[in-house]
Structure formats: C-alpha cells, structure tokens
C-alpha cells in the first residue's frame, strides 16, 4: 500500500536537498551503485508529501528557515524573511528598521554578500516588498538592500488551538502521513534552549499530538550535524556570539535526549532515531573558501563559511543516515 512521507525542518530542510536524495534512494533507480552515487531502490508505493517544495530540490516537504521546535509545537511565531544581497558583515540580534516596523536579525543564510536573513519584528506598518534595512543597533553593516521579502507567521500543524495534523494531511498530504520524518533543533540551540526541556515541553507534545491523529504512523527524529569546525561559524554568526565548544555541548546533549525518548516505552513503539550527528563529517562538509594562513604568509588553507547549512553533499550524508532508517521502519 502507498506510504506518504512528510519531512519537517528549518532551513536546512528547506533547500530540499537531503530530503530529495531520501526520495531518490527510495523511489528512483538512477545511481551507478558506488558509495558516491548509491543506486535507488525504485519503488513505486512512497509518496513525499506536505505543503512547500524544496528550494533547490522541488520535493514536497515543510520546513521554515529559522523555526524551531517550540515554534511547531505552538502557534508559530510572526517574521519576516529577506533575501538580501551586498552585505558584508551581519550579526545575530542586530536591530534594523524600515517604514516604522523594527526588525532582530534571529537568522543569517548568506554566502559570500547574498542570500537570506529572517527577522522577528513589532510595529503594523506594512514592509515594502523591496528596499533599505537600517541598522538601529548592532555592529552590522548600516543599511542592508533587500529585492524581496516573505512573511512567515504561522504554525502549518495549528488548527482551532490546538496541533492538528489530520487537518494538515486533509490539505496537503491526500489524507494520510504514514511517516513523519524530523530535522529540527538547530534554531533551538541557539535560543539556548536545554536539550531536556526542549524534549519535555515541544519534542514529547508535538510526538504526542501526531500519534494520536494517526496511530499507525511512524516518526523519524534526526539529530542535527556537529556545526563546522574550520570557521563556519564565526564567518556566519560571530565568534563572541557562538562559542564553538559550549554550541557542540548542545548539540551532544540534543543528541541524547533525542535517543533518551526512543528509548523511552511510550515512545519506542512508533519513534525511531537517525543518528546524523554521530555519523556526519562535520570537517570536510561545509562551504568553505580558500584564504591565506595569516597574513605575513603566501600558504592557504580552508576556511568555512557557512556554520550550520552542509553544501550540497553534506546534505547526502544526512540523508544517508536517515534513508538507513526509512528501511528499519515495519508498518
């Protein structure tokens, strides 16, 4: 019988592309069979669902750059995403203003001047849909150019107060989500958010929620890539704000609170975990750009330059631990 499979996520997620190269190894047949290029399974009763399409990989899904897990477990939280470009220094929490509505910088996806940055706000005046952020505070760059911009305000699984995911599939998944696959926590570290209460207040309700809407359904819940160890960070999101050590504590602690719940009888029956953090290579994953070793000096080394978003290859490697446990999953 058809399975539909629904992967949750931020912005990782929202590319497409580990999602993508799950589908391919499920449904396709393309792939010569080596270890860089796996030939797919081919079968035919697997359909990815959900309300977006990948980015970069048109595969169906739901993610929201910059959302966590306490926000698809609430009612979401109101935002506004730009895609700017000319940009060489922003910083996490850096205020900016435009037509009276006062913006925090609360995500950064921008590589080498361009990309995307998500902010949370207040005031009711409307955005422009192009145009100047200027800094209010902060040490960024003092006026940031934006040629579009998307709102984001809303928790797609909220329904009359509460999470409903049966009205979610009557919407978007032709009735039915068989599989609920998550990669989700990254935002939440940098919120600071305990890995203990991150699983007691929004992982538990939100497992909850789903396997009472579809008892027979199955989850998935990934443990997130170790951030870059060669730069990423610091050229991402600032050295004073993200020290590298405590953030991979974090994430270690995710991890095992993560394997803690599928362990846990409650959740065991129908929670299986991906072990992405334990099985990623969070060296040679990143985008990374050449760069002198110091400045007195004509040798080059690699310097990462995104902290969090693997390129594209990167994403296989998440994929592959998740695909691993896709075949480990009895209906």
Same mark, same amino acid.
């Given at each position: 019988?058809?399975?539909?499979? #629904?992967?949750?996520?931020?912005?990782?997620?929202?590319?497409?592309?580990?999602?993508?190269?799950? /589908?391919?190894? #499920?449904?396709?047949?393309?792939?010569?069979?080596?270890?860089?290029?796996?030939?797919?399974?081919?079968?035919?009763?697997?359909?990815?669902?959900?309300?977006?399409?990948? /980015?970069?990989?048109?595969?169906?899904?739901?993610?929201?750059?910059?959302?966590?897990?306490?926000?698809?477990?609430?009612?979401?939280?109101?935002?506004?995403?730009?895609?700017?470009?000319?940009?060489?220094?922003?910083?996490?929490?850096?205020?900016?203003?435009?037509?009276?509505?006062?913006?925090?910088?609360?995500?950064?996806?921008?590589?080498?001047?361009?990309?995307?940055?998500?902010?949370?706000?207040?005031?009711?005046?409307?955005?422009?849909?192009?145009?100047?952020?200027?800094?209010?505070?902060?040490?960024?760059?003092?006026?940031?150019?934006?040629?579009?911009?998307?709102?984001?305000?809303?928790?797609?699984?909220?329904?009359?107060? /509460?999470?409903?995911?049966?009205?979610?599939?009557?919407?978007?998944?032709?009735?039915?989500?068989?599989?609920?696959?998550?990669?989700?926590?990254?935002?939440?570290?940098?919120?600071?958010?305990?890995?203990?209460?991150?699983?007691?207040?929004?992982?538990?309700?939100?497992?909850?929620?789903?396997?009472?809407?579809? &008892?027979?359904?199955?989850?998935?819940?990934?443990?997130?890539?170790?951030?870059?160890?060669?730069?990423?960070?610091?050229?991402?999101?600032?050295?004073?704000?993200?020290?590298?050590?405590?953030?991979?504590?974090?994430?270690?602690?995710?991890?095992?609170?993560?394997?803690?719940?599928?362990?846990?009888?409650?959740?065991? &029956?129908?929670?299986?975990?991906?072990?992405?953090?334990?099985?990623?290579?969070?060296?040679?994953?990143?985008?990374?750009?050449?760069?002198?070793?110091?400045?007195?000096?004509?040798?080059?080394?690699?310097?990462?330059?995104?902290?969090?978003?693997?390129?594209?290859?990167?994403?296989?490697?998440?994929?592959?631990?998740?695909?691993?446990?896709?075949?480990?999953?009895?209906?």
């Amino acid at each position: 019988s058809n399975k539909n499979i #629904l992967c949750v996520g931020a912005s990782a997620t929202a590319g497409g592309q580990w999602v993508g190269e799950v /589908k391919r190894r #499920l449904t396709e047949t393309s792939g010569d069979g080596t270890p860089y290029n796996p030939k797919g399974l081919g079968l035919s009763n697997i359909t990815f669902v959900g309300r977006k399409t990948g /980015k970069y990989n048109p595969v169906n899904l739901e993610a929201t750059g910059g959302w966590t897990w306490s926000a698809f477990s609430g009612q979401g939280r109101p935002a506004y995403r730009f895609q700017v470009s000319g940009v060489s220094q922003l910083n996490m929490d850096d205020i900016y203003s435009v037509n009276g509505v006062t913006l925090t910088i609360t995500e950064i996806n921008v590589t080498e001047g361009s990309g995307n940055i998500r902010c949370t706000y207040s005031g009711n005046n409307e955005v422009p849909a192009s145009g100047i952020l200027t800094r209010v505070t902060g040490t960024g760059d003092e006026s940031i150019t934006y040629s579009s911009v998307e709102s984001e305000s809303f928790n797609p699984f909220w329904n009359n107060g /509460k999470l409903d995911f049966k009205n979610y599939a009557n919407l978007y998944c032709n009735g039915s989500i068989d599989l609920l696959i998550t990669h989700l926590g990254v935002n939440d570290i940098f919120g600071n958010t305990a890995a203990e209460t991150l699983v007691e207040s929004y992982v538990k309700p939100f497992v909850r929620a789903f396997h009472a809407d579809f &008892p027979n359904g199955k989850v998935i819940i990934s443990s997130l890539p170790l951030p870059d160890c060669t730069g990423g960070m610091g050229a991402n999101y600032g050295a004073t704000a993200h020290n590298y050590y405590t953030r991979a504590q974090l994430f270690w602690d995710y991890a095992k609170e993560f394997n803690a719940l599928g362990q846990d009888s409650e959740f065991s &029956p129908y929670v299986s975990i991906a072990e992405v953090l334990q099985e990623f290579d969070n060296e040679y994953s990143y985008p990374k750009t050449e760069a002198s070793v110091n400045n007195r000096s004509t040798l080059t080394e690699n310097l990462g330059t995104n902290g969090v978003h693997p390129t594209e290859q990167g994403s296989y490697l998440v994929a592959d631990t998740i695909y691993r446990i896709c075949n480990s999953i009895q209906f």
